[in-house]
């Protein structure tokens, strides 16, 4: 995937993810984007931690979905974080 693939990838998937927590009006769309990018990392590793197999790298349903649920548990890990902090 090209870098504006991996853009509008990290954006849905970061925009996603934001209306499910509830955490939509604290980001903005370069935030979204970075969530999704890193979602997508996060929920790469622990697809191959779980199954052994690498991650397809596409925008295809199967890899929307494991980007949505790792930038889930990133923004959830970012709050405890911040909870913590305060």
């Known amino acids: 995937m090209g870098i504006?693939?991996?853009i509008i990838f990290g954006a849905l998937a970061g925009?996603?993810?934001s209306l499910i927590t509830g955490t939509r009006r604290r980001q903005g769309?370069?935030?979204n984007i970075a969530v999704g990018i890193i979602g997508a990392f996060v929920g790469g590793m622990i697809v191959?931690?779980?199954?052994?197999?690498g991650?397809?790298?596409?925008?295809?349903?199967?890899?929307?979905v494991?980007?949505?649920i790792?930038?889930?548990i990133f923004l959830a890990i970012a709050g405890i974080a911040r909870r913590a902090w305060k």
Do not use: Q, R, Y
């Open 4 to 6: 504006i693939a991996w």
């Open 66 to 68: 494991v980007a949505v």
């Open 15 to 17: 925009w996603v993810a």
């Open 70 to 72: 790792g930038a889930i």
């Open 55 to 64: 991650v397809h790298i596409g925008f295809d349903p199967a890899s929307f």
């Open 48 to 53: 191959e931690c779980l199954t052994g197999k």
């Open 29 to 31: 769309c370069l935030l």
